[in-house]
């Protein structure tokens, strides 16, 4: 009997060479399985089991991972307000993870021997799926041809031809990958550090002309609602997504640093992401204390990073994750926005929560709650220790 692979499988370029090359040349009986994390529809389900079948896999199987990839991952991308390198939602990196762990699990359901990626091997993704599949089933062996074979499109393209599959040129143009937490964008611009997408490369057009705006209300640090339709959290940012990204906002080019010590561009269209983080910031900003804000913001950039590494099974990733959660106590509210074409702004905030609350005081204009004398002694105490330095060593 053949013995059985498990092939992280979207339909594209790279993991259709993979289909053919496993089985054909390999002799290895392939399972592909598609891991959906909110960004395809049904209809595009199908169109990649069709395809798969057509590529002569024994089984095909969707995974539907996009509410354990809120819960898991986005939730407390959120909390945290992080953006990587104060730009990147981490659209692709967190959503790579849910996919190895689902697909690492797929591969112990059915049994299978071998585990694939269709991975580069210039990239990040090659490390955040091999270290989760050693993590989660370490006595599987991972199988990824077009790293191992050093394989550029074209090549890829040709090999595919040879084996009577047509794939156009014109479509693998492009890599595009679209989830719940936003749409990632290489092409050959990506590749350098002075050009920019064309308007043609993004996947949402910009149609909306007119300013729009919206009321996001948050319960807790999560937005639960949207100009006061109460909906779940998937649908929530789905819904905001819609209204937002044919404005055009959300998008820009990351530059990064990758695991492999390379420095990586790559385009992105997150509205949502963007929109929520931000007014879910600002929110932040009038509910939370100075030192509250602080220690977030150091552990959210180390959480955050350390995600879009791959180490999201690293146990004080639970740890950070219950701090995150402990913060948001009060942080409800709702948050203002108006969305123009290729930019958005945040008009306000209304909470219960607000420590902006003029019964103690408005900033530059009036203090109810103490007196002049008391910021006297409490400036002299203050900076105490510093005046005695300087009267030391000070001339």
Not at 222 to 248: C, F, N, S
Request: charged share 25%; with cysteine.
């Amino acid at each position: 009997m053949k013995k059985k692979v498990v092939l992280a499988f979207s339909g594209g370029l790279d993991t259709s060479f993979c289909c053919i090359y496993l089985a054909k040349d390999r002799g290895l009986e392939v399972h592909s399985v598609v891991v959906n994390t909110g960004g395809f529809s049904e209809e595009e389900l199908l169109e990649i089991e069709k395809k798969a079948y057509s590529l002569g896999v024994a089984s095909h199987a969707a995974v539907d991972e996009t509410e354990n990839y809120y819960n898991d991952s986005i939730k407390y991308l959120v909390y945290g307000n992080v953006l990587k390198n104060a730009t990147y939602p981490l659209s692709v990196s967190a959503e790579r993870v849910c996919q190895a762990t689902a697909i690492a699990n797929y591969v112990k359901k059915i049994g299978a021997d071998y585990v694939a990626h269709g991975s580069t091997g210039a990239g990040n993704d090659q490390v955040r799926f091999d270290m989760i599949f050693n993590i989660l089933i370490p006595g599987v062996e991972i199988i990824t041809p077009i790293r191992d074979l050093k394989l550029s499109r074209e090549a890829e393209i040709e090999y595919l031809a040879k084996h009577g599959v047509e794939y156009s040129a014109e479509k693998a143009k492009y890599s595009i990958n679209k989830g719940l937490w936003g749409t990632s964008v290489g092409g050959v611009e990506t590749l350098t550090s002075n050009q920019t997408l064309p308007e043609s490369a993004w996947p949402t057009q910009v149609t909306e002309t007119e300013g729009r705006k919206v009321e996001l209300t948050f319960e807790k640090g999560e937005l639960t609602a949207i100009d006061g339709e109460k909906m779940g959290p998937v649908k929530v940012i789905q819904k905001l997504q819609a209204i937002a990204q044919p404005y055009g906002v959300g998008r820009d080019i990351h530059v990064g640093d990758t695991i492999i010590g390379i420095k990586g561009r790559v385009g992105f269209e997150a509205a949502a992401p963007v929109v929520i983080i931000k007014a879910h910031h600002t929110l932040e900003k009038h509910t939370l204390t100075k030192w509250q804000l602080s220690w977030k913001e150091n552990l959210a950039s180390f959480y955050g990073n350390w995600l879009h590494e791959g180490q999201f099974h690293d146990p004080v990733m639970r740890d950070i994750e219950a701090f995150l959660t402990s913060t948001q106590k009060t942080v409800s509210g709702k948050v203002f926005v108006e969305l123009l074409p290729y930019r958005f702004h945040i008009i306000g905030i209304e909470s219960d929560h607000d420590l902006m609350s003029n019964k103690f005081g408005s900033y530059g204009e009036m203090n109810n709650t103490w007196s002049g004398e008391d910021v006297k002694g409490f400036s002299k105490i203050f900076g105490n220790q510093v005046t005695i330095w300087h009267k030391v060593n000070g001339k």
